[in-house]
């Protein structure tokens, strides 16, 4: 268990609402990535910071999304005027590095966009 | 074309049965290969991951076959506790970090 948690667990908005969402890894980890996952489908890479540094950014990502990680430890996403698509489970993992790296979940916050 | 496809099942087999799914994927550059299990609204979680020579943990097979593109899960004896979600998970050249997972293959075992 890697020790990853996500919170809230549970996010419902209104449309137009802005929404944050906090990720914190346990581990010494110095990798950390977002995910969205939708029904039916496998999760989908929107970001990962090495450290602090935002290293990667996919095209899912769009200006109404951002991401941080201030201090190389815990890291927010937020969206801002969400829209009903937007509504989908936020996935964090945490990995270590590394050809082989291997990526550990936490239990993700699913948003319900009204 | 997806990066990475599975057949969504579900698989519906009794318990004990032997049940395999493959996984493709379309680039050839890809290096690393995971199957990751979801059990119904929790995360995924690491099964194994999927080394040349092909691995096993237990009950389960991973094999990865480069010249056709595609891993292979086989899970033997299977358990009810088995009923989960499996991901298939590739990690391309190109970028270090990023896995591309497939939509899952659904798995039922039945008693």
């Known amino acids: 268990d890697t020790g990853v948690s996500q919170d809230p667990r549970h996010k419902i908005t209104k449309r137009g609402q802005n929404v944050t969402f906090r990720c914190d890894p346990i581990?010494?980890?110095?990798?950390l990535y977002w995910y969205r996952q939708t029904l039916g489908q496998g999760p989908e890479f929107l970001t990962y910071?090495?450290?602090?540094?935002?290293?990667?950014k996919s095209r899912l990502l769009s200006d109404r999304f951002s991401a941080e990680r201030p201090k190389g430890s815990f890291s927010t996403l937020e969206i801002q005027r969400t829209e009903q698509g937007d509504s989908a489970m936020y996935l964090c993992?945490?990995?270590?590095?590394?050809?082989?790296?291997?990526?550990?979940f936490g239990p993700g916050t699913r948003l319900l966009v009204l | 074309r997806k990066e990475v496809e599975q057949d969504p099942g579900p698989f519906n087999v009794p318990e004990g049965a032997t049940v395999a799914f493959n996984c493709t994927y379309s680039?050839?550059?890809?290096?690393?290969f995971f199957w990751y299990r979801q059990d119904c609204r929790k995360e995924p979680k690491l099964l194994m991951s999927?080394?040349?020579s092909g691995n096993e943990d237990g009950r389960f097979t991973a094999q990865l076959n480069r010249a056709s593109q595609y891993i292979s899960l086989l899970i033997r004896d299977s358990k009810l506790s088995d009923s989960a979600t499996y991901l298939c998970?590739?990690?391309?050249?190109?970028?270090?970090?990023?896995?591309?997972f497939g939509s899952g293959t659904r798995l039922s075992i039945r008693p």
């Open positions: 998970a590739v990690r391309a050249y190109s970028s270090a970090s990023k896995i591309i």
């Open positions: 999927v080394y040349s």
């Open positions: 910071f090495q450290n602090e540094a935002q290293l990667e």
């Open positions: 680039n050839s550059a890809s290096q690393s």
């Open positions: 993992a945490e990995g270590a590095g590394g050809p082989q790296e291997t990526q550990y």
């Open positions: 581990s010494e980890h110095n990798r």
